[in-house]
């Protein structure tokens, strides 16, 4: 019989998610992600999104602010329940990615939420506490 747990005051709960994408199309990926700069910022040209958006990491912060997800449209794919199979791409999205799956991980008691180290992260942010379930 599986144990029930019962929230209690000051318990933490930390929700771990990876999601996954594949680019396969890098200029429509670099250039989805310049039309989400100019939504961002009115005003701003296609010369300002080019100097701000060159490289992956610029791209994916820029979606993230724009849109919460990086590929924000694509129906939630959990890695077994439906979406393509194993290897296969989805090449028709016009930002050039290829949603690949996405994992959620719930974690109670970690020692100190994220809010309690205030600037100075710990190494791994993402470790496991010790003798966590996962």
Not at 12 to 26: G, L, Y
Not at 42 to 57: H, K
Not at 103 to 124: A, H, K, N, R, T
């Amino acid at each position: 019989m599986d144990e029930q747990t019962t929230p209690t005051a000051g318990m933490t709960i930390s929700v771990r998610t990876r999601r996954d994408v594949v680019i396969v199309d890098p200029e429509r990926f670099l250039a989805s992600a310049r039309a989400a700069y100019c939504d961002l910022h009115p005003g701003a040209g296609e010369e300002s999104a080019v100097e701000n958006i060159r490289d992956v990491y610029d791209a994916v912060h820029i979606l993230l602010d724009r849109f919460g997800r990086l590929v924000a449209d694509a129906p939630e794919t959990l890695i077994g329940r439906g979406g393509p199979r194993p290897g296969e791409r989805v090449l028709d999205r016009p930002d050039g990615l290829s949603p690949a799956g996405e994992l959620q991980q719930i974690v109670l008691e970690d020692p100190m939420p994220l809010q309690d180290y205030g600037c100075f992260l710990p190494e791994d942010p993402f470790a496991l506490p010790p003798n966590s379930q996962p």
